[in-house]
């Protein structure tokens, strides 16, 4: 039981993360002629976007809100992840309260699979819908070499976390029958 909270709370904790940092896509760029060196990084997340440069010496950062103006891709995929943190935080204190015992223990532990379970689905499915957004595409297209930056990877290391936890739940649910 330990371990499944503890899954849950690194995954809900890796979820908010992921959800607030603006790297699930890094895009960066380089180019100099003789005594001239330009460097650019651009990222985007679920709710901002960011650039950084530099010349010469010379740098520069600039962050701003991407706000309502987005693709109704991005916009999905915000709804997904926030439904599947609130949805780990309801299997958190759901497997919290079985911890303390009572009667019904058995059945929080599976409501708290189930929630936990499905959040993992949720993230995984705004994460594939993240990987199809026009931000992904444009960049490809214009030679950039698009990546997926740490943010993005936060939300696939919550998913796996938050997956583990169901399982770990749903295998000594059926090991107890």
Request: aromatic share 6%; hydrophobic share 45%.
């Amino acid at each position: 039981m330990i371990v499944k909270v503890t899954l849950l709370i690194i995954s809900l904790s890796l979820g908010i993360t992921a959800i607030a940092t603006p790297e699930w896509n890094v895009v960066s760029a380089k180019s100099s002629v003789p005594g001239t060196s330009l460097k650019g990084k651009l990222t985007s997340g679920l709710f901002d976007a960011c650039a950084e440069g530099s010349l010469n010496d010379s740098t520069a950062s600039h962050c701003e809100s991407l706000g309502s103006d987005v693709s109704s891709k991005i916009v999905a995929c915000r709804a997904l992840a926030i439904a599947s943190v609130v949805l780990q935080s309801f299997a958190l204190v759901i497997n919290l309260y079985a911890m303390l015992g009572g009667h019904d223990s058995k059945l929080k532990e599976e409501i708290g699979a189930g929630l936990s379970g499905l959040g993992a689905v949720l993230m995984a499915i705004c994460l594939g819908v993240f990987s199809t957004t026009d931000l992904i595409r444009d960049e490809a297209k214009l030679k950039a070499d698009p990546k997926y930056g740490y943010s993005f990877y936060l939300a696939l290391t919550s998913l796996l976390l938050s997956a583990g936890a169901a399982g770990i739940s749903v295998t000594k649910v059926l090991n107890a029958r």
